[in-house]
T-cell receptor, first 109, second 117 residues
Framework: GQQVMQIPQYQHVQEGEDFTTYCNSS?????IQWYKQRPGGHPVFLIQ?????EVKKQKRLTFQFGEAKKNSSLHITATQTTDVGTYFC?????????FGSGTRLQVQP | GAGVSQSPSNKVTEKGKDVELRCDPI?????LYWYRQSLGQGLEFLIY????????KSGLPSDRFSAERTGGSVSTLTIQRTQQEDSAVYLC???????????????FGPGTRLTVL
């Protein structure tokens, strides 16, 4: 079955440092979504990427979808303590979404 | 409603008992999903309903798990003869539609934290 891998599992950064999480799928994806889950909360949708090579920005967050539509990345510039949480990618192949295992981000003030 | 709601928010049960978890999706959303999240882990897909189509049950871990969706709205996830390894947060999500090869944004409920003693 489809697998979606995310790395790293955990990252601890100093406030102001950059952060990147990577997502890789075993199969080509129709689209990929990114979610953020704050500690104790539930996943909240951030963005969806559909096109090969697509890049989208949301303030300090930059999302990329690979040319082969099998990988994606989320980059946060100059992290803030409000960025703390777990970031999940989720790939869609035509059935339900398959979520990656998530990257937990801790930001040291 | 304003968002996806789930009940109960917390459920403590004894091993061997049956439990029912409820999900009220956003009104008008045709797709409904159940996921399980163990402590510190990712989201494990359980089951997916889309409109009147037969549900995708491929993620259910055993035949002790079942779910139904009545009238295309409310869904109930039932776990029979609960075991300690069933302890997790059970999340429900709904989305507006599935269109061709794309899925719409999923809106998650707050989850039900199940503890099996």
């Amino acid at each position: 079955g489809q697998q979606v891998m995310q790395i790293p599992q955990y990252q601890h950064v100093q406030e102001g440092e950059d952060f990147t999480t990577y997502c890789n799928s075993s199969t080509t994806l129709s689209n990929i979504q990114w979610y953020k889950q704050r500690p104790g909360g539930h996943p909240v949708f951030l963005i969806q990427l559909v096109k090969s090579g697509e890049v989208k920005k949301q303030k300090r967050l930059t999302f990329q979808f690979g040319e082969a539509k099998k990988n994606s990345s989320l980059h946060i510039t100059a992290t803030q303590t409000t960025d703390v949480g777990t970031y999940f990618c989720a790939g869609f192949t035509g059935r339900a979404l398959t979520f990656g295992s998530g990257t937990r981000l801790q930001v040291q003030p | 409603g304003a968002g996806v709601s789930q009940s109960p928010s917390n459920k403590v049960t004894e091993k061997g008992k049956d439990v029912e978890l409820r999900c009220d999706p956003i009104s008008g959303h045709t797709a409904l999903y159940w996921y399980r999240q163990s402590l510190g882990q990712g989201l494990e897909f359980l089951i997916y309903f889309q409109g009147n189509s037969a549900p995708d049950k491929s993620g259910l871990p055993s035949d002790r798990f079942s779910a139904e969706r009545t009238g295309g709205s409310v869904s109930t996830l039932t776990i029979q003869r609960t075991q300690q390894e069933d302890s997790a947060v059970y999340l429900c999500a709904s989305s507006r539609r599935e269109s061709g090869r794309r899925t719409d944004t999923q809106y998650f409920g707050p989850g039900t934290r199940l503890t099996v003693l």
